[in-house]
Structures are given as C-alpha cells and as structure tokens.
C-alpha cells in the first residue's frame, strides 16, 4: 500500500495532468524525489525506497519524504490540514468523496509531531498507512475515477 504523504505529494508534484502518462508522472516524480534526496544527503537506496513505496529504512530516507511533504504544503511542524486539502482537491479533481476520506486521514494523524522533522514525516506516513488499512483503503483505487 502506498503511504499518505507520498501518494498526495505525487499527486501534487506532477499536477495529475490526464495528458501525462503513468510512465511520465513517475519520471517527474522521481526527478523531484531525487532533488529532495540531494538536498537532504539521501542516499540511491532511499530513493528506491521511495519509489518502490517501502518505509524509509534510513533517516535519509525519512528526510526525503519531509522534504516532498513540506514542498508541497502537507506539513509545517505537523499535518497541515488546510494544505491536505488543497491537494487532495487538485489530486482528486475536486470529487467530494474522495478530498473528505483525505481530511479524514490527515485529520487522524494531525496531532502527530516530532522534534526532528525527519521522524515527523516518518511517524506521519506511518499514521496515514495505518489509518487507510484500518478502513480498507487502497490509494491506487482513489486514484482511479
């Protein structure tokens, strides 16, 4: 399953074009992911991670997903709820349904902080990935119309 943060930073990231293919958007994504991984001293084995949507075995692994996180508004010290949102519009096409389950599961895990921004993120996606197992979710399955 992939995890929340990464799933609507990808979204974000590439601008969910109907005119960009799957092959495109991961193209763009990883080009962004790997900026945040230099950036943040990641290594190729946290990119891959990344990409192959696996919980981040390092902190740099950790601090790439902070950095997709705070690029793209989700987080500012925790779970930005305003920003979520926004995303989850542009991300969904403004389907109702699927930008409230979005508010639901960053609203689930928006108490969640830590000292260092990198854990933060971590505990945050952690949350997310719980949070829509718990209801059965799938992102792949939001993604589609």
């Known amino acids: 399953m992939k995890n929340f943060v990464v799933f609507i930073a990808i979204c974000c990231i590439i601008g969910l074009s109907e005119s960009i293919s799957k092959e495109q958007r991961m193209e763009m994504f990883v080009k962004v992911a ?21 919980s981040a075995s390092e902190k740099g692994g950790k601090c790439i997903r902070a950095c997709l996180a705070e690029t793209v508004g989700m987080i500012k010290d925790q779970v930005d709820i305003e920003g979520v949102s926004n995303l989850a519009a542009m991300a969904f096409d403004g389907n109702p349904t699927k930008i409230q389950v979005a508010k639901n599961l960053a609203n689930e895990c928006a108490d969640i902080t830590d000292p260092d921004r990198c854990e933060a993120a971590a505990k945050i996606m952690e949350c997310g990935q719980n949070a829509a197992k718990s209801r059965g979710l799938n992102f792949e399955d939001l993604n589609n119309n």
Not at 36 to 51: H, I
């Open 34 to 54: 790997k900026e945040c991984a230099e950036e943040e001293g990641a290594s190729a084995v946290d990119v891959d991670e990344l990409v192959a949507h696996k």
